[in-house]
């Protein structure tokens, strides 16, 4: 069974930053694509970036470009999300998923995912 679990929210002040973790377990994932997705109160489920497991190649939401990066530990079946340069509007719940194949901004295409964590930035 496929489990993703998301840790490393938290409260930060605007322009400082946060790492976000996934775990990913319960199969190999080659040929995914782990992606990130963010929710806001009252907002629809937003694309972040993703990154092909097997290669690392990444891909990002304009909204983030230059601020965020993508990485993963492949030994430990982790993938990252660094948050630099944060503002107020980065506050959502940020969503760890995996889609097999190639990357995909639309969350409808993911198959797994995991239970979010809170990332608040204040003014």
Not at 3 to 23: I, K, P, T
Not at 44 to 53: A, D, P, Q, S
Not at 80 to 87: C, D, G, T, W, Y
Request: aromatic share 12%.
């Amino acid at each position: 069974q496929v489990q993703l679990v998301e840790s490393g929210g938290g409260l930060v002040q605007a322009g400082g930053s946060l790492r976000l973790s996934c775990a990913a377990s319960g199969r190999t994932f080659d040929g995914y694509t782990m992606g990130w997705f963010r929710q806001a109160p009252g907002k629809e489920r937003e694309f972040v970036g993703t990154i092909r497991w097997s290669s690392g190649s990444t891909y990002y939401a304009d909204s983030v470009k230059g601020r965020f990066t993508i990485s993963r530990d492949n030994a430990k079946n982790t993938v990252f999300l660094q948050m630099n340069s944060l503002k107020p509007e980065d506050t959502a719940v940020y969503y760890c998923a995996a889609r097999r194949g190639t990357p995909s901004p639309r969350h409808v295409e993911y198959e797994y995912w995991g239970q979010g964590t809170q990332v608040t930035v204040s003014s």
